[in-house]
């Protein structure tokens, strides 16, 4: 019993707050990009990698979020899912260790 109200309780989380990870990753990244274009002053790229890096964490939570959900509906594990999580990451420790 515990267990099925746990997973509904993970499963609404996950239909919640899947899409605001997404939207802010592309807000942590457009809207520097717009402040630059209106003031015509660069960031530093310290900056930049701190933008770029926290856009991918967001997507990673989401990516994962998405693959639990679907795993609940379905019932079955999706790999591409789990695959693409797993690109990410590797971009993301490639991108700090840079």
């Not at 990753?25 to 630059?36: D, R, S």
């Not at 933008?51 to 967001?58: G, H, K, L, R």
């Not at 998405?66 to 990410?88: D, F, V």
Request: without cysteine.
């Amino acid at each position: 019993m515990k267990n099925n109200k746990l997973k509904l309780i993970l499963y609404e989380f996950a239909v919640k707050f899947r899409l605001i990870f997404y939207l802010m990753a592309v807000l942590i990244v457009f809207v520097p990009i717009f402040i630059v274009l209106v003031t015509d002053n660069a960031f530093n790229s310290f900056y930049s990698k701190i933008f770029v890096s926290t856009a991918i964490t967001f997507v990673i939570i989401g990516r994962i979020l998405t693959s639990y959900k679907k795993t609940i509906e379905n019932g079955t594990i999706h790999w591409a899912s789990i695959g693409s999580i797993i690109g990410l990451l590797i971009v993301l420790v490639w991108d700090v260790l840079k």
